[in-house]
């Protein structure tokens, strides 16, 4: 019975691009695509592009780190020679606003790989890595699966 439950609450796929997917919640309506790091997998770190309708918010960038960041240390993304300053709490980081998310998204939709660079709580650097093959398709299916 409980498994039924989860599955009927849980996400919906949309598709899967490569090593992104594409997923739809209810309650409140959102849709995103997702992926997991191709390096950097320590913890559950993970970088997705949403999209909520109720809320007027398309293409909102949120990653989850590798690991717990130093109170002073930055976040930066990275794709190609482009580089975003993110916001950060101490295991999420998101992008400061709408422009930036737009124009992040639009690195990746021409990029190759991305990386999210900081420093970890114990003072030692890290990087997660994320290959963009499939964002591009999996960022406008879930888009299109909110509408």
Request: charged share 20%; hydrophobic share 50%.
């Amino acid at each position: 019975m409980i498994a039924l439950l989860l599955a009927v609450a849980g996400p919906q796929a949309i598709g899967i691009h490569q090593r992104w997917g594409a997923f739809r919640n209810d309650g409140p309506t959102r849709c995103y695509a997702i992926s997991r790091p191709v390096a950097g997998k320590t913890g559950a770190p993970f970088a997705s592009v949403a999209t909520w309708p109720g809320a007027r918010v398309r293409g909102q960038l949120h990653v989850r780190l590798s690991r717990e960041k130093s109170d002073r240390a930055r976040v930066v993304l990275a794709i190609g020679d482009r580089r975003f300053d993110l916001t950060a709490g101490r295991i999420d980081a998101w992008s400061p606003d709408a422009d930036t998310d737009r124009a992040i998204v639009a690195a990746m939709r021409g990029g190759r790989s991305m990386s999210i660079e900081s420093v970890a709580a114990n003072g030692a650097p890290f990087v997660d890595v994320y290959a963009l093959a499939g964002a591009a398709t999996a960022i406008d299916a879930a888009a299109l699966g909110c509408f």
